[in-house]
């Protein structure tokens, strides 16, 4: 996987018959995808999530317009510009502290 750019997508809620090829063909509709990968347990089931990385952040961009609530098998996606941990983690505090 690049390291991210803004051209990483993460895809959320898939269906547990979802694959590799299956994700990289569901998303090939919105540019150059260098990398598509479907996160799995070491006993290779399925964690309902994955990654798609495009050649730019606008093929990236126009991925989740497009494909966010697509039903893809008996699921819907939940679909994202990928951040980074740091940047999760981080939203996440700020968040937090807003409530306190």
Same mark, same amino acid.
């Given at each position: 996987m690049q390291k991210f750019q803004g051209n990483k997508v993460s895809i959320k809620n898939?269906?547990? /018959?979802?694959d590799? /090829?299956?994700?990289?063909? /569901?998303?090939s509709a919105f540019g150059t995808i260098t990398s598509a990968k479907v996160m799995r347990e070491d006993k290779g089931t399925t964690r309902g999530f994955g990654f798609v990385c495009y050649s730019s952040p606008d093929e990236a961009t126009k991925a989740v317009t497009e494909m966010n609530g697509k039903m893809i098998g008996s699921k819907p996606l939940y679909v994202a510009l990928a951040q980074r941990k740091e940047q999760r983690l981080e939203a996440e505090l700020v968040n937090w502290l807003l409530w306190l």
């Open positions: 898939l269906d547990d /018959e979802v590799d /090829e299956q994700l990289r063909s /569901e998303f």
